[in-house]
């Protein structure tokens, strides 16, 4: 069991997923592009892995009967993107199960130029970091059949969510005293006429918002096969670590998501509305279970912010999105 969460590690830390990977359509293309690799490069972990999974008790309840809709030949396929997606799906159908301290760790983030009475916050104990090193545990070691079946779709969907800037960071300022608790306290809006949402929403739905699996397993081809997402051209490999995953994402979420804090309200030289161009080039982002791909979707992208500290009041305009992949 050790080498089967291993190689579903390593596939899952190193598929190419844009900037802001992780809603439900987000998870289900990384588990997409996972099992292609997997199939490909080691064909016995999939059926390793499947039988695992069909002791997870939402395979006979739910599962199941979704497989029924898709070709035999894709049973594995849609197997693995319906486990990717299942600790999202709990947070309203199975609460009992649901644990949202596990899909996150808030890192603290004060930009330079803020005052000493600006006090950060260190997170809590209980983490996406913990949570990983548990359920990885859980699959390598513990005989129970659905403990096991149940830890490998949090690993599927947490090193998914590892790998998503504002599940890693939160922003610390005069006008974020206790946080911004990862973006969801920042409202933006992706065109001038559009509807409001919170910054972290926006990065988690930049990949795609189809739910449709053969689309998503296009998508998933069509990232897999771009020659700069190929293993060769992916240094950050290296770093197989859940901490050195986390530490990649905050760097992220503070240059890009945050500014490294120059677009917050509050901040010198920001106290009115003004615009700020960025680019966004080479940004790295790994997945779960095949080889960690460099994602580099999110791609000069140019972001207008005049400054919102929540969706009520006022907005940061989302003025150009690009390479969203869906």
Known sequence: MSLIVSLVLLTLAVLPLPASAWNIPGHMVSAAIAYQVLRQANPPTIEKAKAVLEKHPWYTNQWQARLQDVPLADHGLA????ASRWADDIRTRDKAQNRPPWHYINLPFKPEGQPASVQIREPESVNILTALAEN???VKTDNDAERRAIALAWVFHLVGDIHQPLHTAQVFTVDYPNGDRGGNEICVRVTQAGQPMNLHRFWDGVITSSQNLIRLRNE????RNRQEFQRSQLTELANNGFESWAKESFEIATKFAYRNGGALPGNAGYSSPRALKIDLAETSYALILARRIKDRLVKRQ????PFGKSCMVRKIVIS???DEGG
């Open 79 to 82: 197997l693995f993107m319906q």
């Open 136 to 138: 990885e545990s859980v």
């Open 220 to 223: 998933a081809t069509a990232l």
């Open 302 to 305: 140019r972001l207008t912010y």
């Open 320 to 322: 150009e999105r690009m």
